[in-house]
C-alpha cells in the first residue's frame, strides 16, 4: 500500500496513522509538518532502521521563520539566565529556533536532548548519521533568511552573543566535538566521524586563515544493555576503499533551502546502514533529498519538517508518479553523464576497479571478454569506446539508459530468454556461435548436446553475424538482435530444430558522446591510480555536452519491427520473442502506449490487463523482459536485475497505442479545448485584438502593453 501522509503540526489531537503509535508501519512515504522533538516522541517503538539527518547549524540562517531576537538579544538577560540552557520545551516556548540559540553551549544541549527521543524509535540494531558544521564566534553576527553569516545581499538580523570561556571573537568553537561528546554522554555509541571533504565550498572572504571545506558526518548506534553494541551495517556499500574521508561536490540548493544533501553523499549511507525493505526517518528532512534517495533505493520514509513549505515540498517530490514526465529533479546534479565506462560504475558513485581500465585490461570489454573467453577490445568508435549506459533524468528520477546491446550479453537476460523461448524448465545459458571455431569448443559442444539431446547458441552483430528475413516485393528485410538456435541430436544426427528471436533495447541519445569520452580517457591517464577519487570530485567530467535521449524516435523506429517479430512468435520453426527493455526505455515508452495497467499471470510473468473478460485473447510466446542495471549495489560492475517478463501479443500493443492513446487525447481535448487555446494563444501575437476568453484577452492586453514598450 502507497499513501503519503501530511499533517500540520497539531498535537492536541492524537497521531493514530501509521507508523505512529496504535498502528503498524505500512505507509512507504510519511512527511509530517512539525517540531521534531514533538514528532519523534510519536513514532511507535522500535520502529525505525535508519535516521539519516542535518540539523540545523548553530548561528547560520533563519529558514523563512519567527524567532524572538528581542528577547535573545538582551545580553543582560541572557547573561542571567547562562550558559547553562533551561530546557529546550523552555527555549521554544519563548520563541527560540533551534540553531539561533544565544549560546552554542544551549544548542549543543537542545540537539543532543532532541536526538535522545530518538533513541525510542530506533530499532535496537538500527543506525543514526548525523551531518553538522562549524561556526566561528563572534558577539554580533549576520543571520540571513537564506544564505550563511556574511553571504548574501537579503535582508538580515543581528545575533547577540555573550562573550566568556570560549565564545571569543575568531574562534572556531568545535560545535560538532561538543555535540558527539554531549551524544555520548547520553548513551550513544559513536562509531564513525566522516569527514566530508567539499572541494567546491563556497569561499569566504576572510584572509587570515583557511578556507572551510570539510564538515562531519558522525555514524551513532544504540548502547546495549550489556555487552558489545550490534548493528545493521554492510560495508560493502560504502565508498571506494571505506575511509572515513569522501569527497563529495556541495549540491545545489533548492526553493530556497541552501542547506542540502548531495545524493552521492547520502546514498553510501542508506545502503551500508538499512536493510533493503527498512524505514528510514529524516527528522530535519528540508527539501526532502535523503527521503528521496532512500525512496529510489526501495526503502520507506518518513520526514518531518518544522516550516510547511518545506514539508509540502517533500511530500510532493515523494508523491510524484515514477512514469510522470517531469523537469530534472532541482537540486540534483544536472544534465546526462557516462555512468558505466568500459563495464564499471562511474556515476553517481564512483566504484570503479581500475584493474579493469589500465594495464592489459585497458581498452576491452569485459562482456564480450567473458562471453568468448578470451582479450576483446570495446567495438565501439573512438567517441564512445567504453560507454556501456547513460544516467538521465528524462522520465523525472535518475535511471541507467543502456546504450550499448553487448553490456547485456553475457547477463541472466540471455539466459532467462532462451528459458522463456524454448519452454524449457530449467535456465540453459546459450553459447555465442563464434565460440565454436576456438580448439575444443564445437567438440564439447556436441557432447553435450548428445548427451542432454539438445543444445542452445546464439547469432549476434559481433558474434558471428545477424540472421535476417530476406526482402520481398510485399514485405521488408528484418535482421534480428540475437537469434537463438535450438540444435538437436535425433538417433545420432544433428538438426536444427527451431530458432528464437531476443531483442535488446538500446537508447540512441542526440549529439555524441565525444567530449565526456576524451575528458574520461585524458583524466585516466593524468590521474593514474588517483582516477576514481579525482572523477568522484569532478563527476561534471563525464557529463560534457552528453545531451538527451531520443525517446520518440526510438519508439516508432522500434515498434514495427517487434510487432512483426512478435508475430512470429510459435509459428512453425519459430519459437518465440523477448524484447529486452530498460526500465528506463519501459517507463519512457508509458504514454506512448497509455500506461497500460499490469496483473500477473503466473509467478514471474506478467500481462496487460484484461478488461473484456469474455474476449478471445490469442496467447503468443512473445514477452517483454523489463531489466535495470541495478546501480545501488555496491560492484564495480552493476549487476542485471531482472524485474518482470510482460506476455504480449501486437494485437494488445496495437490496441494501447492506437485506441487507448487517441482515446486520452481526445478526451483531454474535449475536456480542456487544449488545442484551440492554444491556436489562439499563438494568433495574438500577429492578431491582438483577436476576440477570445477572458484568459486570452487578458493575455492580449499583455502583449499589446509588451509591443507598445519596444522600438519599432
Not at 74 to 79: K, N, Q, W
Request: net charge positive; charged share 25%.
Amino acid at each position: 500500500m502507497k499513501s503519503t501522509i501530511t499533517r500540520r503540526s497539531s498535537l492536541k489531537e492524537p497521531l493514530g496513522d501509521a507508523p505512529f503509535l496504535g498502528a503498524s508501519i505500512e505507509t512507504n512515504e510519511v512527511v509530517l509538518n512539525g517540531d521534531a522533538f514533538d514528532l519523534l516522541h510519536e513514532l511507535q517503538p522500535a520502529s525505525v532502521d535508519l535516521i539519516i539527518t542535518s540539523p540545523p547549524y548553530w548561528g547560520h540562517r533563519e529558514y523563512g521563520m519567527s524567532h524572538n531576537w528581542d528577547f535573545f538579544n538582551d545580553i543582560a538577560t541572557v547573561r542571567e539566565i547562562g550558559a547553562a540552557t533551561p530546557g529546550y520545551e523552555w527555549y521554544r516556548e519563548k520563541g527560540g529556533l533551534l540553531g539561533l540559540e544565544p549560546y552554542p553551549e544551549w544548542y549543543v544541549a537542545h540537539l543532543a536532548s532532541i536526538f535522545s527521543r530518538a533513541n525510542r524509535c530506533l530499532k535496537a540494531d538500527g543506525n543514526l548519521w548525523i551531518n553538522i558544521g562549524d561556526t566561528y564566534f563572534a558577539r554580533w553576527s549576520s543571520i540571513r533568511d537564506g544564505g550563511r553569516q556574511g553571504l548574501g545581499d537579503d535582508d538580515r538580523n543581528r545575533r547577540k552573543t555573550p562573550m566568556g570561556g570560549v565564545r571569543q571573537e575568531k574562534q572556531l568553537l568545535l560545535i560538532p566535538s561538543r555535540f558527539a561528546i554531549a551524544m555520548q554522554e547520553h548513551g550513544w555509541i559513536l562509531r564513525n566521524d566522516v569527514i566530508w571533504h567539499k572541494p567546491n565550498a563556497t569561499p569566504r572572504p576572510e584572509g587570515d586563515r583557511l578556507k572551510l571545506a570539510h564538515e562531519h558526518f558522525f555514524h551513532f548506534v544504540k548502547k546495549p544493555k550489556e555487552g558489545r553494541a550490534t548493528y545493521y551495517y554492510k560495508p560493502e556499500y560504502a565508498e571506494p576503499r571505506s575511509n572515513d574521508v569522501v569527497t563529495v561536490n556541495v549540491a545545489p540548493g533548492e526553493d530556497g533551502h541552501t542547506a542540502t544533501f548531495p545524493h552521492a553523499l547520502i546514498e553510501p549511507r542508506i545502503l551500508t546502514s538499512s536493510p533493503p525493505d527498512g524505514v528510514v526517518l529524516d527528522p530535519f528532512c528540508g527539501t526532502g533529498r535523503s527521503l528521496e534517495v532512500a525512496k529510489r533505493l526501495g526503502r520507506k520514509v518518513i520526514g518531518f519538517d518544522a516550516q510547511i513549505k518545506y514539508a509540502d515540498l517533500t511530500r510532493n517530490k515523494l508523491g510524484s508518479p515514477m512514469n510522470k514526465k517531469q523537469k530534472e529533479t532541482k537540486g540534483d546534479v544536472k544534465g546526462n553523464f557516462v555512468s558505466e565506462w568500459f563495464g564499471q560504475r562511474i556515476y553517481p558513485l564512483v566504484r570503479l576497479d581500475m584493474a579493469a581500465v589500465s594495464g592489459k585490461r585497458a581498452g576491452t570489454c569485459q562482456f564480450l571478454t567473458n562471453i568468448l573467453k578470451t582479450s576483446t577490445d570495446c567495438v565501439k568508435n573512438e567517441n564512445s569506446q567504453g560507454v556501456c549506459s547513460i544516467s538521465a533524468t528524462s522520465n523525472g528520477p535518475r535511471q541507467d539508459w543502456l546504450v550499448c546491446p553487448y553490456r547485456v550479453i553475457d547477463s541472466e537476460i540471455v539466459k532467462r530468454g532462451c528459458t522463456m523461448i524454448f519452454g524449457l524448465s530449467t535456465d540453459v545459458k546459450p553459447i555465442p556461435v563464434s565460440l565454436l571455431k576456438h580448439e575444443g569448443e564445437l567438440d564439447k559442444f556436441k557432447k553435450s548436446v548428445e548427451s542432454s539431446g539438445s543444445g542452445y547458441l546464439f547469432f549476434q552483430d559481433k558474434l558471428g553475424g545477424e540472421i535476417s528475413i530476406l526482402s520481398t516485393e510485399k514485405s521488408p528485410e528484418m535482421a534480428f538482435d540475437v537469434t537463438l538456435v535450438e540444435i538437436k541430436c535425433v538417433a545420432g544426427v544433428f538438426q536444427v530444430a527451431r530458432y528464437g528471436i531476443l531483442e535488446i533495447q538500446t537508447m540512441d541519445f542526440h549529439g555524441s558522446y565525444k567530449h565526456a569520452v576524451t575528458n574520461l580517457r585524458d583524466a585516466l591517464r593524468l590521474h593514474g591510480k588517483e582516477f576514481p577519487e579525482a572523477l568522484q570530485a569532478k563527476p561534471e567530467w563525464a557529463g560534457k555536452q552528453v545531451e538527451g535521449p531520443n525517446i520518440a524516435n526510438v519508439f516508432k523506429r522500434t515498434f514495427y519491427q517487434i510487432m512483426l517479430k512478435f508475430k512470429l512468435s510459435g509459428r512453425g520453426s519459430a519459437a518465440g520473442t523477448v524484447l529486452a527493455l530498460p526500465r528506463s526505455v519501459w517507463d519512457s515508452w508509458q504514454p506512448f502506449l497509455g500506461a497500460p495497467t499490469l496483473e500477473d499471470e503466473s509467478p514471474g510473468i506478467k500481462r496487460f490487463k484484461i478488461h473484456d473478460k469474455d474476449a478471445k485473447q490469442e496467447i503468443l510466446n512473445s514477452f517483454i523482459c523489463v531489466f535495470d542495471v541495478d546501480a545501488a549495489q555496491n560492484s564495480s560492475s552493476s549487476p542485471i536485475k531482472i524485474d518482470h517478463f510482460i506476455r504480449v501479443s501486437p494485437e494488445q500493443l496495437a490496441h494501447h497505442a492506437f485506441t487507448e492513446v487517441p482515446n486520452h487525447m481526445l478526451n483531454t481535448i474535449q475536456n480542456s479545448d487544449a488545442v484551440l487555446s492554444r491556436i489562439k494563444s499563438r494568433l495574438l501575437d500577429w492578431w491582438p485584438d483577436l476576440p477570445s476568453d477572458d484568459r486570452n484577452n487578458k493575455v492580449a492586453r499583455k502583449r499589446i502593453v509588451k509591443s507598445k514598450s519596444q522600438p519599432t
